[in-house]
């Protein structure tokens, strides 16, 4: 019993010891838990600890790397005072002269890092620091030095191995920095030593070693220099006409948004040589996907569609561009919105934003193009003294601006300033605006005030600068028409008639006018031909009663019973199938047709049963038929 009661106590006593140990592992997890997030409570920014709580150089290292290097800065010379620790002095000083770098302060490091040489703890770190103050103070030859030096004291320290390298590919002596990268790919995988390896093999003409290295940072990295790599060999695959492979490579340097910039030019410039032009647009939108406030894409794609003419999509990106906060160009965001508006035909909204462009009153060149856009606009709405009021402030500010004078002009005269209005138009010409405008508008004002001499001379002026003046072409016509210059009107007219860019009314009036010209001077197979062709160009109620009527006129009833028929046949209006009735009536009695006028004669009264010439017209035909019926 002794025995087994012994044994029992060992074994209580064991099972105590082991739930004190459970009990401390458990203690020491939470512990460690805590710390842990702890720390990623700090590094996210939503716990400030005291910084007497933990260690000082570790929440100095922590504001460091997040660049809030004043609160760091302050933390590090509060430690060196106090600390008595000579590890923790030197790393405290190594670490604040690292920040004095960083913020131009590159005496106040080289100061630092020369009272740190009796360090105990001198070693490489001191040293590159030391070299890295002097490099950025523009001293290469001392940067040099210390770079050396550290060597002398870590050959392998690859920090300094890397400066060299790039300290001496920014002088142009890549034999020399090829040494230092290659030293450091001996030593590990270095993207930065790997990718000017693979620059210097390209500039010494080694394709081979260029294309392999390059290629493998571009399949084995996603860093900066990888996508670096992946531009220049997209580059010299463009060079080479590989235009699939160059695309392939500025793609995968999208990856990397430090490199977007430079990638997208590239990729963009690609696809506009093969003008893929939607290839672009998703290049750009993919951007838009990472980053919707990348100011220079949404441009671009504005611009891409502008050039296009698909305003609505340019309104979709510049209207997005005027809702950015904090964006430092809103004027002129608002000013590409308006543009695209006008553009576009959407002159509501192309009004409203011009009108916040003169509110800010700059007086620049928007300012001004915003009141040449308004004076037009407000012009097309017929808005004429609304316009004519943003173009004399535009007057006010540029007196020789050619690109309103005209319209100014014009609008001057329409109020009754005939003289400012003339003298305007007449400085247009003078200037030699580029168009047919100022002459034309003055033609039509001396022909609006009876003056048609001076009204011909301007149109004959107007015609000699700008023979395909279409405006000019059929004024003139009309004016020649009316001032007896029939050869002229006839040249003219025709012109204007068989011009399909004309409108329908132009083309009819033409038409029209050569006909009633050609019966006037006797010249009717002419009238006839024009009279066709005005049938066949519009075939209208109205152009065929016209040719039916010259038709009756000279007695070719048959001419003249087809084309009142044709009219009749497309007639709708009661007044136009009584008139036609009524002529169809006429032309069959001439034609002897009594029955075919009798019935005419009756739809005719059927519309408009008092009327005397329908009533006369039947009596007519009902004698005539009485007389042959009594022989």
Not at 35 to 63: C, F, H, M, P
Not at 170 to 177: K, M, V
Not at 414 to 443: H, Q
Request: hydrophobic share 35%; net charge neutral.
């Amino acid at each position: 019993m002794a025995y087994k009661k012994k044994t029992y106590n060992k074994l209580l006593s064991k099972y105590k010891n082991l739930q004190i140990i459970v009990f401390i592992l458990c203690v020491g997890a939470l512990g460690i838990i805590s710390i842990i997030s702890l720390n990623v409570a700090i590094v996210q920014g939503k716990i400030r600890l005291n910084s007497k709580i933990i260690d000082e150089y570790t929440l100095a290292e922590e504001y460091y790397n997040n660049k809030d290097y004043g609160k760091a800065k302050s933390i590090l010379k509060k430690e060196i005072n106090s600390t008595i620790d000579p590890k923790k002095e030197y790393d405290s000083k190594i670490l604040l002269g690292k920040i004095y770098n960083e913020t131009g302060e590159y005496i106040e490091a080289i100061n630092l890092f020369n009272k740190m040489t009796n360090s105990l703890y001198l070693d490489e770190q001191l040293k590159y620091n030391m070299a890295i103050s002097y490099l950025k103070s523009e001293m290469p030859e001392q940067a040099l030095y210390y770079l050396e030096q550290t060597l002398t004291v870590n050959s392998n320290y690859i920090p300094t191995l890397l400066t060299l390298g790039q300290f001496y590919m920014d002088r142009n002596l890549p034999r020399l920095a090829k040494g230092y990268y290659e030293r450091v790919l001996n030593l590990e995988d270095n993207d930065e030593a790997m990718f000017y390896v693979g620059i210097i093999a390209l500039n010494e003409g080694l394709q081979t070693i260029a294309y392999d290295t390059l290629n493998k940072l571009v399949r084995t990295s996603r860093s900066e220099y990888a996508d670096k790599a992946a531009n220049i060999l997209g580059d010299i695959y463009v060079i080479s006409g590989d235009t699939d492979s160059a695309i392939e490579m500025y793609l995968k340097s999208l990856a990397n948004s430090k490199m977007q910039s430079d990638s997208v030019g590239r990729l963009v410039r690609v696809y506009q040589q093969t003008e893929d032009y939607d290839s672009i647009k998703k290049v750009y939108e993919q951007i838009l996907e990472q980053n919707p406030y990348d100011i220079e894409t949404i441009l671009s794609l504005g611009e891409l569609y502008e050039k296009e003419n698909s305003y609505e999509k340019a309104v979709k990106y510049y209207l997005r561009l005027t809702k950015i906060k904090n964006y430092d160009n809103t004027y002129e965001a608002v000013g590409l919105l308006a543009n695209a508006y006008y553009k576009g035909a959407m002159l509501k909204e192309a009004e409203a934003n011009y009108k916040k462009i003169l509110i800010v009153d700059k007086k620049d060149d928007l300012y001004i193009t915003a009141l040449e856009r308004l004076g037009d606009i407000t012009y097309r709405k017929k808005s004429y003294f609304e316009s004519l009021k943003y173009y004399q402030q535009i007057y006010v500010m540029e007196t020789n601006n050619l690109i309103f004078m005209p319209r100014l002009g014009e609008l001057e005269l329409y109020f009754g300033n005939s003289d400012r209005g003339i003298r305007l138009l007449e400085n247009s010409i003078k200037a030699e605006v580029g168009n047919a405008f100022p002459s034309r508008t003055l033609a039509i004002y001396y022909e609006s005030i009876g003056n048609n001499n001076e009204a011909i001379n301007y149109y004959n002026y107007t015609l000699s600068k700008y023979p395909k003046d279409r405006e000019s072409i059929y004024r003139g016509g009309i004016l020649y028409y009316k001032t007896k210059n029939y050869e002229k009107a006839k040249e003219s007219l025709l012109i204007a008639a068989n011009d399909e860019n004309n409108t329908t009314l132009v083309r009819e009036t033409a038409w029209v006018t050569l006909c009633s010209m050609m019966e006037e001077i006797s010249s009717y197979n002419d009238a006839s031909i024009y009279y066709r062709q005005l049938i066949e160009m519009s075939p209208k109620v109205e152009n065929y009663k016209l040719y039916g009527a010259f038709s009756y006129r000279r007695l070719q009833y048959n001419d003249a019973i087809y084309s009142y028929n044709e009219a009749l046949n497309i007639a709708t209006d009661k007044k136009d199938m009584f008139e036609i009735n009524l002529a169809l009536g006429k032309c069959y009695y001439r034609m002897n047709e009594l029955d075919n006028a009798e019935e005419s004669y009756r739809n005719a009264l059927s519309y408009n049963g008092g009327d005397s010439q329908a009533k006369e017209g039947l009596k007519q035909v009902m004698a005539k038929k009485q007389l042959i019926y009594n022989r």
